[in-house]
């Protein structure tokens, strides 16, 4: 049996005659009462039985209606999400976030949970290296990352650049001379340095900016993540060289500029072209552009 003849069937019983639902149905009454017997002839009983001044269901006939109504009950919540969905209003966003990045996306996240409750929005977070990975092998639909040095196969939008500055424990101020700090003179202290990753020359650009001026460090702890760093740097393990975000940790980190040291990090959010064909993702793009 089909959607049709279920909605007819449940008809026929809530209007109490035939007569009645092939007028709301909006059809003749013959093919309604030739309908009626065709499910009885497919299920070999009588749905209904017939008096000269009434009617009344069969047992066969009330499991038959209380079955027709749930199908259609069914089929009536999944064609209103069904329409939530194409309107980006109903399903999952994929969203990739970089530690270095989380502080640009909290806004965005919280006005796109209230504006869509229905969409399950499911974070994953990690190094710009890995997330990047994620998006190209589809495991995401979009990211939010440092840019990568080859980004040709993305769509992409441009986020506030942030510049490299020295990092120093605010408790070590009274060993450093903050205003007239030469990056010459930290060659003593322990170094936090950040690592390589694949497609990234940040870590590159500093090593060379450091030979230029012949300086070797005492590096004690390398990592990939600047929130991990920034909190070594808080914690009094050493300086490092970091972006000046508002991360975590910036409490208890004083930044020196270094204005010869011009290297920045740029974030960006990254699509995939076919991420366009996602209501979703195209709702969360335009919120995410207008509140930049």
Request: a negative charge; hydrophobic letters at 40%; one cysteine or more.
């Amino acid at each position: 049996m089909d959607l049709r003849q279920l909605r007819y069937f449940k008809e026929i019983v809530d209007q109490g005659s035939i007569s009645k639902a092939a007028e709301v149905l909006h059809m003749a009454q013959p093919p309604l009462s030739m309908l009626l017997k065709q499910i009885e002839t497919h299920y070999g009983t009588p749905l209904i039985k017939r008096y000269r001044q009434k009617w009344e269901i069969t047992e066969a006939g009330q499991m038959l209606y209380n079955h027709a109504t749930h199908m259609l009950q069914q089929m009536e919540m999944f064609d209103v999400k069904m329409d939530y969905m194409m309107q980006g209003e109903m399903g999952q966003l994929r969203l990739g976030v970089s530690s270095s990045c989380i502080h640009l996306v909290g806004d965005v996240i919280r006005q796109f949970s209230q504006s869509y409750p229905k969409v399950e929005l499911q974070i994953f977070k990690g190094d710009s290296e890995k997330l990047e990975q994620m998006l190209f092998n589809n495991e995401i639909d979009i990211a939010v990352i440092l840019a990568p040095e080859n980004s040709e196969q993305y769509e992409e939008f441009p986020l506030t650049p942030s510049p490299f500055a020295l990092a120093v424990p605010k408790n070590w101020s009274n060993q450093i001379d903050l205003d007239v700090v030469s990056i010459q003179n930290l060659m003593k202290f322990p170094f936090i340095s950040l690592e390589a990753m694949e497609g990234y020359s940040m870590l590159e650009n500093i090593i060379y900016y450091l030979k230029e001026k012949n300086i070797s460090l005492n590096i004690v702890a390398k990592c990939k993540d600047i929130t991990i760093a920034q909190y070594l740097v808080a914690k009094e393990v050493g300086i490092s060289i970091l972006p000046k975000i508002q991360l975590g940790y910036v409490d208890g980190i004083h930044f020196v500029d270094l204005p010869e040291l011009e290297i920045a990090i740029q974030p960006k959010l990254f699509y995939k072209q076919e991420a366009t064909f996602s209501p979703i993702c195209r709702n969360f793009i335009a919120l995410f552009k207008s509140n930049t």
